[in-house]
T-cell receptor
Framework: SQQGEEDPQALSIQEGENATMNCSYK?????LQWYRQNSGRGLVHLIL?????REKHSGRLRVTLDTSKKSSSLLITASRAADTASYFC???????????FGQGTRLTINP | DTEVTQTPKHLVMGMTNKKSLKCEQH?????MYWYKQKAKKPPELMFV???????INESVPSRFSPECPNSSLLNLHLHALQPEDSALYLC??????????????FGPGTRLTVT
């Protein structure tokens, strides 16, 4: 089964609202990463949060990590139409040389 | 230069054809990856090269053959593919051979259609 599960699978909000996506995982991780993918294109790295970190910010993005609950959240504040995309969490398992991607959240920002 | 380039952007091939996908990066990254992505699904790892050596093969069928000629280039040779192999093929690179410690930079992908 997938290491990362994301919730919700799809989210539609009005421009200017905040969007929150959640990611849960099953085993111990080295770090957790969030990526954005516009339709049919490559993925763009957003934020990497290490297992000893609890929160990171980058512009309008805020990521939290709760290793006791094995979960992470991505908050996008003041959303814009250009934020419309799929968002994936990816976990780097301890001792592993690869990322495992969650199923993704499809975010739609309505003007 | 933080770009990963992939060629071609689109490829249509028959089941008896042989073709190659190409990927290039000039960021000095020593880990490179091939992923396969089906519509509305996450990327699935196929291969990892670390310091130009194949370090992970995720039980990929032999009709897919990766090659890393040097630290900047990654190829994926395709032969006798099946229609179910139609997908977006993504190349990525990251800073070190420990592939999961750092962020990965992705190319735009090659949209492959097997007829």
């Amino acid at each position: 089964s997938q290491q990362g599960e994301e919730d919700p699978q799809a989210l539609s909000i009005q421009e200017g609202e905040n969007a929150t996506m959640n990611c849960s995982y099953k085993t111990s991780i080295n770090n957790l990463q969030w990526y954005r993918q516009n339709s049919g294109r490559g993925l763009v790295h957003l934020i990497l949060i290490r297992s000893n970190e609890r929160e990171k910010h980058s512009g309008r993005l805020r990521v939290t990590l709760d290793t006791s609950k094995k979960s992470s959240s991505l908050l996008i504040t003041a959303s814009r139409a250009a934020d419309t995309a799929s968002y994936f969490c990816a976990t780097a398992l301890q001792g592993a040389q690869k990322l495992v991607f969650g199923q993704g959240t499809r975010l739609t920002i309505n003007p | 230069d933080t770009e990963v380039t992939q060629t071609p952007k689109h490829l249509v091939m028959g089941m008896t054809n042989k073709k190659s996908l190409k990927c290039e990066q000039h960021m000095g990254h020593r880990a490179m990856y091939w992923y396969k992505q089906k519509a509305k699904k996450p990327p699935e790892l196929m291969f990892v090269y670390s310091y130009e050596k194949l370090s992970i093969n995720e039980s990929v069928p032999s009709r897919f053959s990766p090659e890393c000629p040097n630290s900047s280039l990654l190829n994926l040779h395709l032969h006798a593919l099946q229609p179910e192999d139609s997908a977006l093929y993504l190349c990525a690179s990251s800073r070190t051979g420990t592939g999961s410690s750092y962020e990965q930079y992705f190319g735009p992908g090659t949209r492959l259609t097997v007829t």
